[in-house]
C-alpha cells in the first residue's frame, strides 16, 4: 500500500516528487563517504599498511571524479549524445576508474586490483540503490 501510494504521487506530480528526490538526495550526499570507507577498509584489513586516513582519502578522491564524471554525462546528452553511448560509457569508465585507482593508490598486482574492483563494485551497487531508494521512500513519505 505505501508503494501504491508514492507511486500515485509521483504520478500526481512529478515535478514535486522530482525536487523531493533532489532534495533528500543532497542532503544524504555526505553519507556516501562514511558509509563506503568501511567497506574498502574490508578489502585492505590484513594489509596494516593502510589506515582509515588512507581509505578516506580513496573514497573521498574516487567520489569526487564519479560526481565530475556523470555531470559531463548528462552535459553530454544535453548536447545530443547518443543514449547507447552515454549507457556504456556510464557502466564502463566507473569500473576502470576504479581499478586503476586501486592499482595506482594501493600498488596492487593486475589480479589483486581485479578482484577488489569486481568486489567494491558490488558494494557499491548496494550502496547506491540504498542511497537512491531512500530519498525515494522519504520524498513519497511527506
Known amino acids: 500500500a505505501f508503494f501504491d501510494h508514492a507511486i500515485e504521487k509521483w504520478k500526481a ?13 543532497y542532503k544524504f550526499s555526505w553519507a556516501l563517504i562514511p558509509l563506503s570507507v568501511p567497506f574498502v577498509w574490508l578489502l585492505f584489513l590484513w594489509r596494516r599498511k593502510f589506515g582509515v586516513y588512507d581509505h578516506a582519502v580513496f573514497v573521498t578522491y574516487s567520489l569526487g571524479f564519479m560526481t565530475l564524471f556523470y555531470v559531463v554525462l548528462v552535459l553530454l546528452g544535453g548536447i ?23 592499482k595506482g593508490a594501493y600498488a596492487l ?31 513519497a513519505a511527506d
Open 13 to 25: 506530480n512529478p515535478g514535486l516528487m522530482a525536487y523531493k528526490l533532489q532534495s533528500n538526495s
Open 109 to 139: 598486482s593486475r589480479f589483486s586490483a581485479l578482484w577488489r574492483t569486481a568486489a567494491l563494485s558490488f558494494v557499491i551497487f548496494w550502496i547506491l540503490f540504498l542511497y537512491i531508494d531512500l530519498p525515494l521512500v522519504l520524498g
Open 80 to 102: 545530443g549524445v547518443g543514449t547507447g553511448v552515454l549507457l556504456a560509457a556510464g557502466a564502463f569508465v566507473p569500473l576502470g576508474h576504479i581499478y586503476k585507482q586501486l
